[in-house]
């Protein structure tokens, strides 16, 4: 068991005989590390290779965990650890799928982990003009993360935003709009992005949500850290009596009436409103929503619509994305993969705990056997472009380096660049 | 001193890297050191060390984590007398939080009323300072057991 070898703190031994199983880790975010790391512990002879396909670890915990949360960014200590002092390999900069067949993965290790994650944002659901501005989240919050990517959003959201959702990920959004640019000391936001995407703070923050406020998935605490900024008002017509919980509750002390002072960010909560289109008028774009309980339709005119409203897989034609044929009974699936886009980087935890409990209860029962070569089967197929954990170090060690003030580290986000730095040829 | 046993209470796994170290740090030393989750740890085994050094972190409003609630519930339930045993505690939260560190003030006050006798001053590691939780806690250690072990 997991739980218990920590508790002796001896990790009880490999089977006699067999050195431990080889074991490969697709996906280096929090589920992937934390499954690499329990069964590291549990089978300290096993060879365990995690493979990422940015030159650069830890998924959502580095694009993202907002940055000016750089205090839940912390839980990388631990995995740094896992590749600096615990014999785990990083193989960076490989993509299962396009730069090492799936099936060839499956054939040289005897355990194999889908750790992936759900990289799209999910759409909204409703007829939508193409030309209007709509923004996914992950899209937007990977942009101000300094994530590796031509593609993401660059210009301008506008003084009037709408966003669609009120989880976490919503939150996350509406503060990292309505913050001043001052107060993201000690982060490593993007300062050149978020210049771009909002060289000024928007007047206007709409929320539009289904839900009434006693539904609202944000944790308070959320909620409270942006109701506490600087030069923002709260808003939230037509929360009524009747809901309850903390996010009500703490809208109904903290909202005030509507005034238009300039500089300052309105941010209001609309519940219960279902949105039924997204068209465009005069250049801007207009969200229309309808009350869950019926009446007439409400339209909001906008200059961008954020959705934060939960993520999903990659493009069906995706060969980095695991398909259905990607399955074995050595092949196991954890994270958000695995359970869909709820859920914290804690809640992975537990998720790795339990899948690595059964990976192990499937070896000593003999369901999964050793044998197969590991990261020897692969090496020759990878070996000039595996961005190995110290040369992410250097990339690392660089992107500290050109911090600008107050900022803990700049990320590079020119992948070229990465690669130059990792192989020290920059 | 016999054996000390370092406890952690963890969600995403900084306490479980603290108490790691805080033992490392003290086998360097000489020290018989064990690790537990107190996820795994019966509280009726508490009286055998002779001195317990409390890890763990806050959650939820200021609540225990997941891993370390059933273990204080066990406390509150099976009220051992804890009165022979000496205790340290550090503590990892986050000061955005207006929660800070509640987490380690509960399980401290629980030992406290089950009899058992604090060590030193309670640890605390704040995660928006930036500070490498290790480096704060083995430090912390340090001065604690200077109280526990005057020589
Ligand atoms: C915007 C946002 C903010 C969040 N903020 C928080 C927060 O503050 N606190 C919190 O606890 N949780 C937060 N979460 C939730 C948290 O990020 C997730 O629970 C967690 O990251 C899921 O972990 P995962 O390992 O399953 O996936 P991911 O973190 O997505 O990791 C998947 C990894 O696999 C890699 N990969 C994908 N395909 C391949 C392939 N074919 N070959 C090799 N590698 C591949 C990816 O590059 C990526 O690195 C946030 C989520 C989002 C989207
Ligand atoms: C959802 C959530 C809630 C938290 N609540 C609190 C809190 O109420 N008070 C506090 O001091 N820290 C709080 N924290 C901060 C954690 O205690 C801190 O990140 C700590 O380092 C986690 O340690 P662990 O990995 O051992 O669980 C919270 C963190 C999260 C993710």
């Known amino acids: ?426 | 001193m016999n054996e000390l046993i370092v406890l952690f209470g963890t969600e995403s796994g900084n306490a479980e890297l603290v108490a790691d170290d805080i033992s490392a740090a003290l086998q360097e030393k000489g020290t018989a050191v064990r690790v537990a989750d107190m996820e795994d740890y019966a509280v009726d085994d508490l009286g055998e060390a002779d001195m317990v050094v409390l890890v763990v972190s806050t959650y939820g409003e200021g609540d225990l984590p997941d891993t370390a609630a059933p273990f204080h519930d066990a406390l509150v339930e099976a009220k051992p007398d804890l009165s022979g045993v000496r205790f340290a505690a550090f503590g990892l939260g986050d000061s955005t939080y207006e929660t800070y560190n509640l987490g380690v003030a509960t399980l401290r006050a629980t030992f406290t009323a089950l009899g058992a006798t604090q060590i030193g001053e309670t640890g605390y590691h704040d995660a928006d300072s930036g500070l490498n939780p290790s480096d704060v806690a083995v430090a912390w250690v340090s001065t604690v057991l200077a109280v526990a072990t005057p020589s």
């Open chain 1, 1 to 426: 068991m997991v739980g218990t070898h920590s508790s002796q703190h001896v990790p009880p031994p490999a089977p006699a005989g067999t050195a431990g199983p080889t074991v490969a880790v697709v996906g280096s975010g929090p589920s992937g590390c934390y499954v690499a790391q329990f069964l590291a512990k549990t089978w300290p002879d096993s060879e365990i290779t995690v493979f990422e396909s940015l030159p650069a670890p830890y998924g959502l915990i580095r694009y993202g965990v907002a940055a000016d949360h750089q205090g839940t960014k912390g839980v990388v200590r631990q995995f740094d650890r896992l590749f600096t002092r615990g014999g785990i390999r990083f193989a960076g900069n490989v993509t299962v799928g396009r730069d090492i067949g799936f099936a060839r993965l499956a054939a040289s290790f005897d355990v194999v982990v889908l750790a992936t994650g759900l990289p799209g944002d999910r759409e909204l659901d409703v007829p939508r003009d193409p030309r209007a501005r709509v923004v996914g989240a992950g899209a937007l919050l990977r942009a101000l993360n300094g994530f590796p990517h031509h593609g993401l959003p660059r210009t301008p959201l506008g003084s009037r935003v709408l966003v669609v959702g009120i989880g976490n990920v919503a939150l996350d959004v509406l503060r990292l709009l309505s913050k001043d640019s001052e107060a993201f000391t000690g982060s490593d936001i993007d300062d050149e992005l978020l210049g771009q995407l909002r060289p000024a703070r928007p007047a206007v923050l709409d929320v539009v949500a289904r839900s009434d406020a006693s539904g609202a998935k944000c944790d308070a605490a959320m909620l409270r850290e942006l109701i506490a900024l600087d030069g923002v008002d709260i808003g939230a017509p037509g929360l009524g009596d009747q809901d309850r919980g903390p996010v009500a509750d703490l809208l109904r002390t903290c909202a005030v009436p509507a005034r238009e002072e300039p500089g300052r960010t309105r941010v209001t909560f609309h519940f219960g409103l279902v949105p039924e289109s997204v068209t465009t008028r005069d250049g801007r774009t207009v969200l229309t929503a309808r009350r869950r309980d019926g009446g007439e339709p409400v339209e909001f005119v906008t200059d961008s619509v954020v959705t934060a409203i939960g993520f999903t897989h990659g493009a069906a034609q995706d060969d980095g994305c695991p398909g259905p044929d990607w399955a074995d009974d050595h092949v196991y699936r954890v994270g958000w993969l695995s359970r869909g886009p709820r859920g914290t980087i804690a809640e992975n935890r537990k998720h790795a705990q339990r899948v690595v409990r059964s990976i192990v209860d499937d070896f000593e029962a003999g369901r999964i056997t050793a044998g197969r070569p590991g990261f020897a089967g692969v090496a020759d197929l990878l070996a000039c472009r595996v961005v190995g954990f110290r040369d992410w170090q250097r990339i690392e060690a660089a992107e500290e380096r050109s911090a600008r003030p107050g900022r803990c580290r700049r990320k590079i986000t020119d992948l070229d660049r990465m690669l130059a730095l990792a192989t020290g040829a920059h």
